[in-house]
């Protein structure tokens, strides 16, 4: 009997493909816990912390995703050594030959495991050869680090920081469990130096890291998960078989899934950082109340955006180089964030649109600028909001969709084949989830301010009352969730 009970707990702490470790997973309580005791016991020495934080953080991967850990430990290695090479050497050429490898490797493992496939098919497609697909699985977060790895080679030969010279220091950094597999992409200038801080958590802390985690919950398993269950997967999976309006309220039904999706992850992350003494800037600021594209992309995944703006639109030449060039700047740079996210044509022509709607917005500021059209008048921006939101909900389309053909079939439905009648009954079958939505739009347009005041309140509140409002939340999410997980979007990137 007692080895029986070993065995089971052997299997259960040990990587199941089936069942990966994520922060809205039952076993993420257990390891939760266990994590925040020990750090506790730690937190007055800062080797301990770091130690602590490191083993659990690997365990976290190990968990998520297997075997693939070592991918982390692996460019953690090399680019500690190639980062502190850089650093201390004085020629130029060397310096910038090391810096290459640096970009090489870190975008040879993400090609070989993410674009390997995609042009083998390309190849197969236009030379009709007949090379077979590698069976090769995504190391999950493999996008997120190789960025956080590249920046960090880059800024050190830039000379913007002298690089850490422990290597658990820099292990710590990329491997810290709350943003390592799906954001936020964080610099090394931004954390390393909170590590030399003393471990401090004050009531506002707290009580932020406690509101981030909690309302992140809810948009992931209340809003996300259900949304996603009901209706988007079924209406996505198979577009020919409803209606344009159905189709239609699965689009903007994507818009929230995606966003309640990830932006919830990164709540719980950055709300996770804060109980550890960390601060990590946000990811989010409510993306569909942008009255511009441009504007959008300052408030959607943030870390990325700035992430492409330093690394790739600045070196292109950014806005130095006159208008046509900056246009065309931009439209390469959202391309490559379009490809970025996976390898499809789907991506690349998301990111392409979304790249030919930000030159266009440049030009029409430097219109209004020119001609001293004032954009900021209510009526404008409301409009504003109206266009930039279905704009981009139309490019979630081919985003979500499996393959091109999906993509066009779905457009073809919502313009062709609308069939407004068929409301009655969508309402009938799906009123649950419209109802989720309308309280997940409502949700998005409630005003920063009032979530300030809601933090406020929050810390205020003795321990017991965290403790027990806590618990009636994970009782009430455990009662909504899925049987069947459902695996977070960006898990894919």
């Known amino acids: 009997m007692l080895s029986l009970d070993l065995t089971r707990i052997i299997e259960k702490l040990a990587y199941n493909p089936k069942e990966p470790l994520l922060f809205n997973s039952g076993f993420f309580i257990w390891f939760f816990a266990a994590f925040i005791i020990t750090y506790s016991l730690v937190a007055s020495n800062r080797n301990g912390r770091i130690y602590t934080f490191v083993i659990f953080s690997l365990y976290f991967f190990y968990k998520a995703c297997g075997w693939y850990v070592g991918l982390v430990l692996f460019s953690a290695i090399a680019d500690f050594i190639l980062s502190n090479t ?57 996008s997120f680090y190789t960025f956080e790895n590249l920046s960090y080679t880059v800024d050190v030969y830039r000379g913007h920081f002298k690089p850490v010279t422990r290597f658990m220091d820099y292990l710590y950094f990329l491997s810290f469990f709350p943003k390592l597999m799906m954001g936020p992409i964080v610099r090394a200038a931004d954390f390393l130096p909170q590590l030399d801080k003393p471990y401090f958590v004050s009531k506002k802390d707290f009580a932020t890291g406690f509101y981030l985690i909690f309302s992140g919950l809810f948009k992931k398993i209340v809003i996300s998960d259900f949304i996603n269950a009901n209706l988007v997967g079924y209406i996505f999976d198979d ?15 994507y818009a929230l899934v995606i966003y309640c999706d990830f932006s919830g992850y990164s709540d719980m992350a950055i709300g996770i950082a804060k109980w550890c003494g960390f601060n990590i800037p946000p990811n989010f600021l409510s993306p569909y109340q942008s009255s511009s594209i441009t504007e959008f992309w300052r408030r959607w995944h943030i870390s990325l955006s700035s992430w492409l703006r330093d690394y790739l639109y600045i070196p292109l030449g950014g806005s130095r180089k006159g208008k046509v060039r900056t246009y065309v700047n931009l439209f390469i740079t959202m391309l490559l964030g379009g490809f970025w996210h996976g390898a499809s044509w789907n991506f690349i022509i998301w990111g392409g649109m979304h790249g030919v ?34 704009f981009v909900c139309f490019c979630w389309i081919f985003f979500k969709s499996a393959t091109l053909a999906d993509s066009k079939v779905m457009l073809s439905q919502i313009f062709t084949n609308f069939d407004a009648a068929a409301w009655k009954d969508l309402f009938a079958n799906y009123h649950a989830v419209l109802y989720i939505m309308l309280i997940g739009f409502l949700l998005h347009f409630v005003p920063h301010s009032v979530e300030e005041k809601i933090k406020i309140a929050l810390s205020k509140m003795p321990l017991w009352a965290y403790l027990l409002f806590g618990f009636i939340l994970i009782c009430v999410f455990m009662q909504i969730k899925t049987a069947e997980p459902i695996m977070p979007v960006y898990l894919q990137f």
């Open 86 to 142: 850089i650093y201390r050497t004085k020629d130029g050429a060397r310096k910038k030959m090391l810096l290459v490898i640096s970009i090489v490797m870190n975008l040879g493992l993400l090609f070989y495991f993410k674009y390997t496939n995609f042009f083998i098919q390309i190849m197969n497609d236009f030379g009709k050869g007949g090379i077979s697909p590698l069976n090769l699985i995504l190391p999950v977060g493999i």
């Open 357 to 390: 709607a930000l030159s266009a917005d440049k030009a029409r500021v430097y219109i209004a600028t020119k001609l001293r059209i004032n954009t900021m008048q209510i009526f404008l921006k409301a409009l504003g909001i109206f266009i930039t939101f279905h």
């Open 239 to 253: 577009p020919s078989k409803h209606v344009g309006l159905e189709c239609l309220l699965g689009v903007y039904g």
